[in-house]
Nanobody
């Protein structure tokens, strides 16, 4: 069982930056691939990016590629989402999720544990 807790959300102007953190409970954090998803008002939740366990390879949605960066610190049981050049369309609740799979999956079905989410609002 893994519990995930996101933090770092808030209100930022377009063009600004935010760094989200996701802290995980347990001693097996390094065994999980960690994904970030987001859900905007009135829309379905969508994939943002993932960092794979063991080799830290990353994969991003086209909408955030080049602007967002995922990293992890296994010693701190934490994964980060650095968001630069934010746009109003990035406004959403952001969720982190943990997957047992050794994959760069964009499918929600591959993820076993989810956090409660943190709100990110980008003003124009």
């Amino acid at each position: 069982q893994v519990q995930l807790d996101e933090s770092g959300g808030g209100l930022v102007q377009a063009g600004g930056s935010l760094r989200l953190s996701c802290s995980a409970s347990g001693r097996t954090f390094s065994r999980y691939s960690m994904g970030w998803f987001r859900q905007a008002p009135g829309k379905e939740r969508e994939f943002v990016g993932v960092i794979r366990r063991s080799d830290d390879r990353t994969y991003y949605a086209d909408s955030v590629k080049g602007r967002f960066t995922i990293s992890r610190d296994n010693a701190k049981n934490t994964v980060y989402l650095l968001m630069n050049s934010l746009k109003p369309e990035d406004t959403a609740v952001y969720y982190c999720a943990a997957s047992n799979a050794y994959s760069l999956s964009y499918s929600e079905n591959e993820y076993d544990y989810w956090g409660q989410g943190t709100q990110v609002t980008v003003s124009s």
